[in-house]
């Protein structure tokens, strides 16, 4: 942490960027790599090429009214621990934006595998949306392993899937984008299950001085919390049920996925079942025993009756 008292060892600011990933992605595979230490960040105002899951684009208005940011990782557990990064950093952002709903009639949770949504109090004041019920989908996350080449132009020497790094200059390198909605109207957003701090009533619309102040406070909360989540983290070996398993008790409360009906279009074909537990992977249970799911879209299952 810096003596300013930000979370961020290093923190960047551009007017407007293709992608924050694609150009964190350059730099840590290129000689200036060790410039972008753990926990430093590359902020864009505005992006013309923003990316989210499975290559899909992450669209944003041209004022300011969303927060765009990449965060280098470097953290001290093992590679095959890696996994829980977009669930982590999905909690992460949720906890950030928490606060600003508390009065309000929603609460934040994350779905599986790495969305911030918002939930309503009472479902039957908000317009349904098929696979989302009356949820809104405020924020995303993406988690990218950089694998840089070394100096000799092979690639450096590869940890042990269960060896925990000797320092972050060993650690393996995790990009983690955050894309939050702040002040954009109902009628700016791309998709219906979209929402918004604006649309939750939370701040004012557009990128004016309070959306901006919103985003200042939303990205140093972001910041903080990851600086928190990821001690707790590498504190438990990477294991997040280590101990007396409160990082993985929190994980699994804040997910909103568990618990319900859900349909998964996975890479292979179509799955469904109850949620029960994440492992990270999302554990179905249906009338064949439980599977666990590793990549997918999730959307919810109305339950006749």
């Known amino acids: ?77 093992p590679v095959d621990c890696l996994t829980w990064l977009p669930l982590l950093g999905g909690m992460a ?43 809104r989908k405020v924020a995303g996350v993406l988690s990218e392993l950089v694998t ?22 060993e650690a393996p390198m995790v990009i983690l984008g955050i894309g939050v909605n702040i002040g954009q109207e109902a009628e700016d957003l791309p998709v219906p299950w979209a929402g918004s701090l604006c649309t939750l009533g939370a701040v004012g619309a557009g990128g004016g001085g309070a959306c901006a102040d919103t985003a200042e406070a939303v990205l140093a909360a972001i910041g903080h919390q990851l600086v928190q989540l990821i001690g707790q983290w590498e504190e438990a070996g990477g294991d997040v049920d280590a101990g007396d398993g409160a990082l993985g008790r929190r994980l699994r409360e ?12 996975a890479p292979d074909g179509e799955l469904s079942g109850l949620a029960v537990d994440v492992t990270p992977a999302l554990v179905l249970r249906n009338q064949g025993g439980d599977t666990e799911v590793r990549a997918g879209d999730v959307t919810l299952v109305r339950v006749k009756g």
């Open 93 to 135: 952002v949720r906890d950030a934006l928490a606060p600003l709903v508390e009065d309000l009639p929603w609460r934040v949770g994350t779905k599986w595998p790495n969305d911030v949504v918002a939930v309503p109090d009472d479902p039957a004041v908000v317009p349904a949306v098929p696979g989302w019920a009356g949820t």
């Open 1 to 77: 942490m810096s003596p300013g008292g930000s979370p961020f060892s290093r923190l960047d600011t551009v007017p407007v960027t293709g992608s924050t990933q694609d150009d964190l992605r350059a730099a840590l595979t290129g000689p200036e790599r060790g410039a972008w230490p753990h926990l430093s960040a590359l902020r864009a105002l505005r992006q013309t090429a923003g990316r989210g899951r499975s290559g899909r684009t992450w669209v944003t208005p041209d004022d300011g009214g969303a927060l765009l940011v990449s965060v280098v990782l470097r953290p001290l557990v």
């Open 148 to 169: 840089p080449e070394g100096p000799d132009g092979c690639a450096p020497r590869e940890l042990a899937p269960d060896a925990v790094p000797a320092d972050r200059d």
């Open 254 to 265: 804040a997910l909103t996925t568990l618990g319900k009906q859900v349909s998964v279009q």
